[in-house]
């Protein structure tokens, strides 16, 4: 497969010219040359990027189909320009064992759609007080994550041996944080003196990022991630945990962006059914639209699409050691179609995912994914699914 006629955009470059890409490997990248004939997809000047990879989404299968299941949320997932995501542990029964991370994987796999990473549990059911930790050592086989995503870790036993793994191991644990800066203190202590490969989840207020500035200064091995909903609303009642902040705090994200303190850019992807709105359940369904939201924000403060490529591709990839994130010979092709300059409207009615709940509905946006390739293979061309 050739691709030619683009403006070739990732961390690193941004330039017009051709790839050329062989059992999908990326095997050339040709700067200001134009390829034609046989198997060249025209790009007709759009920008080539390298897919999206989230390290923190919902697929809720097991146990939550009537939200979504992996086909839906996978077909989203390549919408929205992702060809690796991160599925949170939070089902039913709880991903917590080697056994039920593989049945889940091997569904996923023979989907053919985006790839998942299907994240572990840190204790068994998610359960605090005993402080019953998963087999990390078999599980990493499978998976280079593991969060109790939606519940806190107090067990600090517990803390000490996940923290204490993930070096020996190398993986990422992965926190969610609530009172979000309390527990992101407590956290980082954690880590200062168990040491450990640290990722703080969706962070929203300008205290946290002080803290993370702080455990960063300190030479921590210490990641973070901020979300579309978290830098495009504020002082918005909508239920989201974190709860959507005020301006000051959105601000705070921006130039923590800007500066290089914040890591990655996630979407926390979390469809629910309206019932379950109705009934205060937090969440939002956003990875088909979370790149358009990004590039919005980043291009509405001068923040390069080289920063958002890096954020949303290159360091994701980095932190779970996938060989994708930049367009250079001898990494996966995996790689986006975009029309940076199309704007249009958030509507529910186009989503693939069953998940239906945004407080963005009708809000204009930037930046379309047209196409999504998966290691030189399309998956996804204007509108449709490719199986």
Not at 70 to 97: H, K, W, Y
Request: aromatic letters at 6%; one cysteine or more; proline letters at 4%.
């Amino acid at each position: 497969m050739k691709i030619s006629n683009v403006r070739i955009i990732d961390a690193n470059k941004d330039f017009k010219g051709s790839i050329v890409i062989e059992e999908g490997i990326v095997k050339e990248v040709l700067e200001n040359q134009v390829l034609e004939g046989e198997g060249v997809l025209d790009g007709k000047g759009m920008c080539l990027m390298p897919s999206f990879v989230d390290m923190h989404a919902h697929m809720r299968e097991p146990g939550f189909e009537y939200k979504e299941n992996l086909e839906t949320g996978l077909s989203a997932a390549l919408r929205g320009g992702f060809t690796q995501i991160c599925a949170m542990a939070n089902t039913n029964p709880v991903m917590d064992s080697f056994e039920k991370i593989k049945k889940n994987l091997e569904k996923a796999r023979k989907l053919e759609l985006a790839d998942m990473i299907q994240v572990s549990a840190v204790t068994r059911d998610f359960e605090d007080e005993s402080g019953k930790t998963v087999d990390f050592e078999r599980i990493r086989e499978l998976t280079p994550i593991f969060s109790n995503d939606g519940k806190n870790m107090a067990n600090m036993k517990a803390m000490e041996e996940a923290l204490t793994k993930s070096a020996q191991l190398d993986f990422v644990l992965s926190c969610h944080c609530e009172p979000e800066t309390e527990m992101t203190d407590k956290y980082i202590e954690a880590a200062g003196r168990w040491g450990g490969n640290i990722h703080i989840c969706h962070i929203s207020k300008k205290e946290t990022l002080e803290a993370i500035i702080k455990g960063k200064n300190k030479g921590l091995s210490l990641t973070c991630e901020v979300t579309p909903h978290h830098i495009f609303g504020w002082e918005n009642p909508y239920p989201v945990a974190p709860p959507l902040a005020a301006k000051e705090d959105v601000d705070a994200l921006i130039m923590g962006i800007k500066d290089g303190y914040i890591d990655v850019c996630a979407t926390d992807h979390a469809p629910h059914t309206a019932e379950d709105k109705k009934n205060g359940m937090p969440g939002i369904s956003n990875i088909e639209y979370a790149f358009s939201v990004y590039h919005t924000v980043f291009e509405g403060n001068g923040i390069s699409i080289n920063r958002l490529s890096e954020m949303m591709s290159e360091k994701p990839a980095k932190i779970l050691g996938l060989n994708t994130g930049t367009i250079d010979p001898g990494k996966e092709a995996n790689l986006v179609l975009a029309d940076l300059d199309r704007e249009y409207v958030i509507d529910t009615n186009e989503f693939l995912s069953k998940g239906k709940n945004t407080p963005f509905e009708g809000c204009k946006v930037k930046g379309k994914i047209e196409m999504t390739i998966k290691r030189g293979v399309v998956k996804y061309d204007n509108g449709q699914i490719i199986r």
